[in-house]
């Protein structure tokens, strides 16, 4: 999907070091999503050790101690990434888009929960501040 096809603007949003969880599970796998590039109300970027197929259905996941959500969609594209080419990699992985399912009735929810996530202290205390007034 090239950029100019996207219906919504994605922002950049920092997962690592949360203590809320973010995962991807993909069949009878699930990956913690160190790493979410990305995210729009229609869709996310995000980096998986393994390669999806285009097509093929996910489910992400977001996880506090309280409550857990989910959305599901479909990878759109996996790209490979070579271990040097992401600074923040520790090992080769793949950068893929999934798009969210415009029917899936959480995806609201899914987004009230990360507007919270994005506006905690937490968050913003860790220099985190740039997707809050984006997703807001």
């Given amino acids: 999907m090239a950029l100019e ?5 994605r922002t950049p949003l920092n997962t690592r070091g949360a203590t809320h969880r973010f995962h991807i599970e993909v069949y009878d796998q699930r990956y913690t999503l160190d790493g979410i ?8 970027g995000i980096q998986v050790p393994n390669e999806i197929d285009p097509g093929t259905p996910v489910k992400v996941v ?11 969609g479909r990878t759109v ?3 490979p990434i070579p271990l040097g080419l992401d ?11 999934v798009q969210f399912e415009p029917s899936d009735r959480n995806v609201m929810l899914f987004f009230t929960a990360l ?9 913003l205390n860790s220099g985190n501040d740039n997707a809050s007034s984006a997703l807001l």
């Fill in 5 to 9: 096809d996207r219906k919504h603007r």
């Fill in 37 to 44: 590039h990305d995210i729009s109300i229609s869709g996310t």
């Fill in 62 to 72: 977001y996880s506090t101690p309280d409550f857990t959500v989910s959305v599901t």
């Fill in 77 to 79: 594209w996996c790209s």
């Fill in 87 to 97: 600074s923040k990699a520790e090992q080769p992985g793949y950068r893929t888009g």
């Fill in 115 to 123: 507007k919270d996530y994005i506006t905690s202290p937490a968050y």
